[in-house]
Nanobody, 126 residues
Framework: QLQLVQSGGGLVQPGGALRLSCAAY??????????VGWFREAPGKEREGIAC????????EYKDSVKGRFTVSRDNAKKTMYLQIVVMEPEDTAIYYC?????????????????WGQGTQVTVSS
């Protein structure tokens, strides 16, 4: 069974940058085989999908609200997926989750993914 372990959250000043990691354990396939989604849950708001990377060729998709500032990537050798965030804003404060599934393409809908990381807190504040 695929297990995802997240790291990299923390406190960042506005305008700063952060890279979140999502390490995969127990999967029977290389990480670039899986579709991976990134989600966030801000205080008082529902969890929303913000970025994803498709299995195979690795086509990426981003919600308009994060385009240009968020970048998803993966390292097959390290079995780890990443979410790079730059020019951070207080509105980026949230718990961030990675999710993965053995499927074609990728999606922003949470129900699409069977495997989830534990979440990591990101706080943007001066």
């Amino acid at each position: 069974q695929l297990q995802l372990v997240q790291s990299g959250g923390g406190l960042v000043q506005p305008g700063g940058a952060l890279r979140l990691s999502c390490a995969a354990y127990g999967g029977t396939k290389a990480v670039d085989y899986y579709a991976v989604g990134w989600f966030r849950e801000a205080p008082g708001k529902e969890r929303e999908g913000i970025a994803c990377i498709a299995g195979g060729e690795g086509v990426t998709e981003y919600k308009d609200s994060v385009k240009g500032r968020f970048t998803v990537s993966r390292d097959n050798a390290k079995k780890t997926m990443y979410l790079q965030i730059v020019v951070m804003e207080p509105e980026d404060t949230a718990i961030y989750y990675c999710a993965a599934d053995d499927a074609f393409g990728c999606a922003f809908e949470a129900h699409w993914y069977a495997n989830w990381g534990q979440g990591t807190q990101v706080t943007v504040s001066s």
